[in-house]
C-alpha cells in the first residue's frame, strides 16, 4: 500500500511558478504511475498529468499547454508537477494520485485507487 503526501503549493501571483511534489511511502513505489489531478472551486476533479510506472512518456492535459512539467525520483519516491506561467484558472486544489503498473492512458478519478490529502493553490491577478 502506498502513502501519498502533497507539498509545495500556496499563493502565487499570475504569471508565476511553484513546484508541486508528492512523498510516497510504501514498497515498490516504481511500479507505481502517477497522476496529479485537480479541483477548482465548484468543479470536478480533472486530470492534469500522468507519468507512467515506467517513466517513459507522459500526459498533459490540454490545459497545461507547456507550462506544466511532471516528473518522477524513484529513488527519493517523488513526483513532481513544476507548473509555470500560472493563470488564475489555475487556482484549485491539487492531489497526486497512484496506482499499481499505471500508464498514460488512466486518466479519471476512478481508476486510482490511493490518494493524498491535496494542496491549494491560490492564483492571484
Known amino acids: 500500500q502506498v502513502r501519498l503526501v502533497e507539498s509545495g503549493g500556496g499563493l502565487v501571483q499570475t504569471g508565476g511558478s511553484l513546484r508541486l511534489s508528492c512523498a510516497a511511502s510504501?514498497?515498490?513505489?516504481?511500479?507505481?504511475?502517477v497522476a496529479w489531478f485537480r479541483q477548482g472551486p465548484g468543479k470536478e476533479r480533472e486530470v492534469v498529468a500522468v507519468?507512467?510506472?515506467?517513466?517513459?512518456?507522459?500526459y498533459y492535459a490540454g490545459f497545461t499547454k507547456g507550462r506544466f512539467t511532471i516528473s518522477r525520483d524513484n529513488a527519493k519516491n517523488m513526483v513532481y508537477l513544476q507548473m509555470n506561467s500560472l493563470k488564475s484558472e489555475d487556482t484549485a486544489v491539487y492531489y497526486c494520485?497512484?496506482?499499481?503498473?499505471?500508464?498514460?492512458?488512466?486518466?479519471?478519478?476512478?481508476?486510482?485507487?490511493?490518494w493524498g490529502q491535496g494542496t491549494q493553490v491560490t492564483v492571484s491577478s
Open positions: 510504501g514498497p515498490s513505489f516504481n511500479e507505481y504511475g
Open positions: 507519468i507512467p510506472w515506467r517513466g517513459d512518456g507522459t
Open positions: 494520485a497512484a496506482r499499481l503498473l499505471g500508464g498514460t492512458i488512466l486518466r479519471t478519478v476512478n481508476e486510482y485507487f490511493y
